[in-house]
């Protein structure tokens, strides 16, 4: 699992989170999204070495990236007054890296933060690169070419969810079930937003293939999610982390995620008129 888990972690450091600050459109980020493989590839390396002392400062040496980058969520949320859910959930994205980036300096130190286990601190790591910054930034993506109620439900339900399931950590697994039927509930919005998207008329064969290949993956790694917050709060049979790592993770970091980033990418080579603009 260990590999497995590292693998999804680099696609995220390195491919999701930078190619994602670029499809936000905002020139403020330019500089933080340039200077991203500086703070990327040592968390990158990171992850593959024994846990030591090396290893928790270039862990730390990502952390710093990511704050610097949540720096900008309290700028987006003074200069949005008001603020819409777009902007909402742009803000969620610039924050949930230095999440993933606090549980993973704690799990290559070998420390238990807050009582948690050194497994699932290197779970959070991926989940908040992909269920917190992907999920939350591809929301808004389709909030802005899909501006109605299940845009905005999208565009608010992915960043509740996954601030409910962090707090679920916290408190019980009763919580995490309630805040991953919120963010399964987002996340299958946006699914069938963007399968509506890569069924309309005029896109490629390509971008056609990568929305609707993102949308019909949801259905299956979010009912996986739903099954494991289930079993654990219930105690009835559910995945193993390993299982979920295999089939949840890998789902939501190559089906979802990056199909969607490329997918994007390609739709706004398109023209403004097709993407619906910014995030925010």
Known sequence: MTALVNAIVMLGMLVVVPAGLRLTGLRELDRIRLLWPLFAVPG?????LPRSTAATALACCYALGTVLLALHAP?????????????IALITALVTPAVAAIALV??????????????????????????GFAAALIAGLV???????????????????TLLVLVGYFLDDWAELAGALVLTAGMWTVGL?????????????????????????LVATMLLALSWA???????????????????????????????????????????????????
């Open 75 to 87: 700028r987006r949320a003074v200069r949005g007054r008001g603020l819409g859910p777009a902007a």
């Open 143 to 161: 909030l802005g070419v899909s501006n109605g109620p299940a845009g905005r439900f999208a565009a608010l339900s992915v960043p509740l969810g």
């Open 230 to 280: 289930l079993g654990e709060a219930t105690g009835l049979p559910h995945p193993t982390l390993t299982w979920m790592a295999a089939t949840h993770g890998l789902g939501n970091a190559l089906g979802f995620a990056l199909c969607s980033l490329l997918a994007w990418r390609r739709i706004r080579t398109e023209g403004p008129d097709r993407t619906g603009g910014s995030t925010a």
């Open 44 to 48: 990158a390396v990171a992850l593959w």
């Open 193 to 217: 937003l963007t399968w509506r998207m890569g069924r309309a008329d005029g896109r490629d064969r390509t971008t056609r293939f990568l929305l609707l290949a993102s949308a019909g993956v």
């Open 106 to 131: 704690a799990e290559r130190s070998g420390h238990e933060l807050f009582g948690f286990g050194l497994d699932i601190l290197a779970l959070t790591v991926p989940h908040f690169h992909f269920a």
